[in-house]
């Protein structure tokens, strides 16, 4: 069985830091990408960063976060990070850790796998 597990989610004042971190375990065979989501009351999902893995590495962040926001992964761990400073109060949100994953049960494709989310507050 596939785990994404979320850590780091925590309140925190306008203009400090956080550092989430996400760990994916389980019967993995390869990844293809890691990346981070968040969701505020009332609205969509959206995209905060991702990376790709392979001979290079692909980052896209969202325009919102650009310059404040970074991520990063550690290969060995199969885990990803997400360094998050100059925080504000819009980036109050539940944050979502998601992988693309080819694993034993399923070894010929790549699917998403999603972790249970980790709130992230920021008071003004």
């Known amino acids: 069985q596939v785990q994404l597990v979320e850590s780091g989610g925590n309140l925190v004042q306008a203009g400090g830091s956080l550092r989430l971190s996400c760990a994916a375990s389980?019967?993995?065979?390869?990844?293809?990408?890691m990346g981070w989501y968040r969701q505020a009351p009332g609205e969509q999902r959206e995209l905060v960063a991702t990376?790709?893995?392979?001979?290079?590495?692909?980052?896209v962040y969202a325009e919102s976060v650009k310059g404040r926001f970074a991520i990063s992964r550690d290969t060995a761990k199969n885990t990803v990070y997400l360094q998050m400073n100059s925080l504000k109060p819009a980036d109050t949100a539940v944050y979502y850790c998601?992988?693309?994953?080819?694993?034993?049960?399923?070894?010929?494709?790549?699917?998403?796998?999603w972790g249970q989310g980790t709130q992230v507050t920021v008071s003004s």
């Open positions: 389980g019967s993995i065979l390869s990844i293809n990408y």
């Open positions: 998601a992988a693309g994953l080819k694993t034993l049960l399923k070894p010929t494709a790549f699917q998403t796998y």
């Open positions: 990376l790709t893995t392979g001979e290079s590495t692909n980052y």
